[in-house]
């Protein structure tokens, strides 16, 4: 007989693969369909603007991993952090940045 938490890991197992299965056509698909766009951009603006050589498809797709490599890292996406979550800190977070909200002589 199996235990309730072996079950789980293996059903958690199969969820993993299935997103992979799914994941993995639909991130493929994206990237192919990124590559496509930069491509027919860069040969509709760039050889016009700047006078450089048209480009092909592979190109297109290395200039994108180029560019996140250089500029975005592989690293997960984080959240932004700037502005304060709930309402009643947005009083506080302004004066921080921007300074007191009412003029000085309406104080009090």
Not at 10 to 27: A, D, N, T
Not at 78 to 96: A, L, T, V
């Amino acid at each position: 007989m199996c235990s309730w938490n072996t079950h789980r890991d293996v059903v958690g197992r199969r969820r993993k693969g299935l997103w992979f299965l799914i994941g993995l056509p639909i991130f493929l698909l994206l990237l192919g369909l990124g590559s496509l766009i930069f491509m027919l951009l860069w040969n509709a603006l760039i050889p016009g603007i700047f006078g450089l050589k048209l480009i092909g498809y592979w190109q297109a797709l290395g200039l994108l991993v180029l560019a996140r490599i250089l500029f975005g890292g592989f690293k997960r996406p984080r959240p932004f952090y700037g502005w304060p979550r709930h309402p009643r800190d947005w009083r506080r977070w302004h004066e921080e940045e921007h300074g007191p909200s009412e003029p000085e002589g309406k104080q009090g």
